[in-house]
């Protein structure tokens, strides 16, 4: 089914560790964007790509990095993770970034840092 | 910088009941502005957009009005189900999409 596909859908790491979040979408959308969900905050956007080979940073960036080499691909790296980055992280596309047709979100991965 | 309030949750209401979720917002330029609809374990989904002043954007009975005045966005149902209990988020959008913190509806039989 086309859409946006993440994994894992859960992960639990202990502090200091890295891991990667997979996300891909097969929509042949040119913008893609990482959130975090926590309580109370709403989502927050961590990075942003407008196209292949092109990223910048959200709203909060620290601790995350982001590549995209491909249109489908956008992972997004937790270097060191740490307890504050416990999370439900969820990617999201869209044709354009003004996402007149609305954004497309992946299902969530929950993470679970200790 | 852009910005977006939402009323606080949870709003719980009984079948067939009115519903109303304020959202208001600040931005540059003119956004596109939607809600988003979140069931429990799944992530968001699109549920009506507007993308002008006057606007209406409409899915599943649910309704919003772009109204550029009051810079509002608000979100009504006439009659609500328990099916419809979920988290509702409202998203204005210029070059990227900023969200609310959600209002959480519950309702009951």
């Known amino acids: 089914n086309a859409g946006v596909t993440q994994t894992p859908k859960f992960q639990v790491l202990k502090t200091g560790q890295s891991m990667t979040l997979q996300c891909a979408q097969d929509?042949?959308?040119?913008?893609m964007s990482w959130y975090r969900q926590d309580p109370g905050m709403g989502l927050r956007l961590i990075h942003y790509?407008?196209?292949?080979?092109?990223?910048d940073q959200g709203e909060v960036p620290n601790g995350y990095n982001v590549s995209r080499s491909t249109t489908e691909d956008f992972p997004l790296r937790l270097l060191s993770a740490a307890p504050s980055q416990t999370s439900v992280y969820f990617c999201?596309?869209?044709?354009?970034?003004?996402?007149?047709?609305?954004?497309?979100f992946g299902s969530g991965t929950r993470l679970t840092v200790v | 910088g852009n910005s977006v309030t939402q009323m606080e949750g949870p709003v719980t209401l009984s079948e067939e009941a009115f519903l109303t979720i304020n959202c208001t917002y600040t931005?540059?330029?003119?956004?596109?502005l939607f809600w988003y609809v979140q069931y429990p374990g799944e992530g968001l989904q699109l549920l009506l957009k507007?993308?002008?002043?006057?606007d209406k954007g409409s899915n599943k009975g649910f309704e919003a009005t772009y109204r550029k005045e009051t810079t509002s966005f608000h979100l009504e149902k006439g009659s609500v189900q328990v099916s419809d209990s979920a988290v509702y988020f409202c998203?204005?959008?210029?070059?990227?999409?900023?969200f609310g913190t959600g209002t959480r509806l519950q309702v009951f039989p």
């Open positions: 999201a596309s869209s044709y354009s970034g003004t996402g007149r047709y609305g954004y497309t």
């Open positions: 929509m042949n959308h040119e913008y």
């Open positions: 790509s407008v196209g292949a080979g092109i990223t």
């Open positions: 931005a540059t330029g003119y956004p596109s």
């Open positions: 507007a993308t002008k002043a006057d």
């Open positions: 998203a204005p959008n210029t070059d990227k999409l900023i």
